[in-house]
């Protein structure tokens, strides 16, 4: 019951119209038009940040498949593959228009779920004959492509700053559900694929796994005086920035088979958007990076992107976590908020920086170390300087938050509150 109590308790935020925002020379901007064109400039370059990471690029492919090959990814056995090709079945549509909502937002074109729903007996073989055709290697018209992005503000941020709006990509209402049978087949290999410190969008793993092992590694890290760094990675636009050269070299690398692989390179392959602002015509824009906020597909894509970094971080021998036994814990993920769990920080933090600059290279993402926030145990004064001076990290002297969980330096303070309620009740 806690689920849909915290669901009901939940305050819901009220619409608010974008009445300014300040263009890209600062000036503030108050009327619709300039508006949507100060929104449209900024996604647009968002969206093709690095114009020549294409397929075409010869030496980034190879550089690419040479990442992941020193990466030692699992890859998908063959009794996995059949069920990831096979045609859409009749049964697979039915369950994807059960599970959504009927008057969720729709996509360009207008057609809500209750639409699909109340005429579902008339559609279905359509759907499904479409369906078919993209694992069959189809394509898509330019209009199926095209998503209406609603731009959501970010709690606690400035309203001005236009990379301070979380950009929500409405999909068409047919695309979706593909999408979402798409998605629900990645779910049955999720696990075999991503390692456990990602709980992140994965069936049967939760935040709280990672968040209590993070509080008691602090604990240990305490207890035996074992000088530490916490680091929480701030990931800059991480959906967004996700480089498609990387995303399906990385697919086929795992082992996914062709069909389904087309599937998706159908879906992304001239993708376009539009900004919805209130009292203008939208201007559509081409995507080409990314995966869009909003399609159900995106969370699983993300955590196949990501886990090549998270596997590099795990196998370095020269960044260094907490051994117990035969395991050594380094890093907790949920998406793309990582928590990096450092023992010997003055060398492991310079080699986790020369792996993030790497990754970013190749694929797109970007971390901004100076919104990265770091709590410290056991650390001499003179040893966090040398931190401070070679990277503009904030470190804490108190306590950061991850997942909504305040982590402390001095957990021991902590205990000894909650022991002391405990015994007080």
Not at 26 to 42: C, E, H, K, M, N
Not at 48 to 70: F, G, V, W
Not at 122 to 135: Q, T
Not at 228 to 249: G, I, Q, V, Y
Request: aromatic share 8%.
């Amino acid at each position: 019951m806690d689920t849909p109590l915290a669901r009901l308790l939940k305050p819901r935020p009220k619409f608010q119209a974008i009445t300014s925002i300040r263009d890209d020379t600062g000036l503030l901007v108050t009327t619709p038009t300039a508006i949507r064109d100060t929104f449209t400039r900024y996604f647009r370059s968002l969206y093709d940040h690095t114009p020549t990471h294409t397929p075409a690029n010869e030496t980034l492919c190879r550089e690419i498949k040479q990442y992941l090959a020193d990466a030692s990814l699992p890859s998908l056995p063959d009794s996995r593959l059949e069920p990831l090709s096979s045609p859409v079945t009749e049964e697979e549509l039915h369950a994807a228009l059960k599970s959504m909502k009927p008057h969720k937002a729709p996509g360009p074109d207008g057609f809500t779920y209750h639409y699909y729903k109340s005429h579902s007996g008339i559609l279905g073989p359509h759907l499904l004959s479409m369906f078919n055709n993209l694992l069959e290697g189809g394509k898509l018209p330019a209009d199926s492509l095209l998503a209406s992005i609603a731009l959501i503000p970010k709690p606690g941020k400035d309203k001005h700053m236009v990379g301070n709006y979380r950009p929500i990509s409405l999909i068409n209402t047919d695309l979706k559900l593909f999408t979402k049978i798409l998605s629900k087949r990645l779910d049955l290999i999720m696990g075999t694929l991503i390692h456990p410190d990602q709980v992140g969008f994965i069936p049967g793993r939760q935040a709280y796994e990672n968040t209590r092992r993070s509080a008691d590694l602090l604990w240990l890290a305490s207890s035996s005086n074992t000088p530490s760094l916490f680091l929480s990675l701030d990931a800059e636009k991480a959906f967004d920035r996700a480089e498609w050269p990387f995303l399906f070299t990385l697919l086929s690398h795992l082992g996914f088979p062709p069909p389904f692989v087309r599937a998706i390179q159908a879906l992304y392959s001239i993708p376009t958007a539009q900004i919805i602002i209130s009292g203008t015509d939208p201007l559509p824009f081409p995507i080409r990076n990314g995966t869009r906020q909003g399609c159900p597909l995106s969370p699983a894509l993300f955590a196949l992107f990501l886990e090549p970094l998270l596997q590099h971080l795990r196998k370095d021998p020269h960044i260094t976590g907490f051994r117990m036994g035969d395991q050594e814990y380094k890093l907790s993920a949920y998406a793309d908020d990582i928590l990096l769990s450092l023992t010997r920080p003055l060398s492991s933090l310079p080699a986790v920086m020369r792996r993030l600059d790497e990754f970013s290279r190749l694929s797109g993402y970007k971390v901004n170390i100076t919104k990265s926030e770091a709590v410290a145990t056991h650390m001499s004064q003179g040893d966090l300087d040398t931190i401070r001076g070679a990277y503009p990290i904030r470190v804490s002297p108190t306590s950061i938050d991850y997942l909504g969980i305040a982590l402390p330096s001095n957990p021991g303070t902590c205990m000894i509150k909650i022991s002391l309620r405990c015994s007080l009740n």
